[in-house]
């Protein structure tokens, strides 16, 4: 069966951060902040990541977008015009976040559904 993989890696500025990659090896989202101070911090804002993928969504284009409670997928347009999601905790801590914007808000979505789908199994393999 295909897998996705959490990907982890350190940063020139020495914390950890993880990208999520899909079979074909696409990113899915990756880890939002500056990065975790330890390796074993990472896990767990993977770990995280998992426990949280079939949050609500908050769709903050709306123009009076319901304000739901944490954990929850912020759905947003960037300054670009791009659509965007960002996953919080339950302590409203940003968890992961998409690397790059969709031009749609239905492709956002399924972006979510995508993140949902690979994130649940996928494995934690070091940056090659």
Not at 21 to 26: F, L, M, T, V
Not at 61 to 82: I, M, N, V
Request: glycine share 8%; hydrophobic share 30%.
């Amino acid at each position: 069966m295909a897998q996705g993989q959490f990907v982890y890696y350190k940063t020139a500025k020495g914390f950890f951060n993880y990208r999520l990659k899909a079979s074909n090896k696409e990113t899915i989202a990756v880890s939002g902040g500056t990065g975790y101070s330890s390796l074993s911090a990472c896990k767990n804002g993977i770990e995280s990541v998992r426990k949280n993928v079939n949050a609500h969504i908050e769709d903050q284009t709306l123009k009076k977008p319901e304000s739901l409670t944490c954990p929850k997928f912020e759905l947003y347009a960037d300054k670009a015009g791009k659509f965007r999601y960002r996953l919080l905790a339950r302590n409203g801590e940003l968890i992961c976040t998409c690397e790059d914007g969709y031009a749609t808000k239905d492709g956002c979505k399924k972006g979510i559904q995508s993140l949902a789908k690979w994130a649940l199994d996928a494995e934690i393999v070091p940056e090659e």
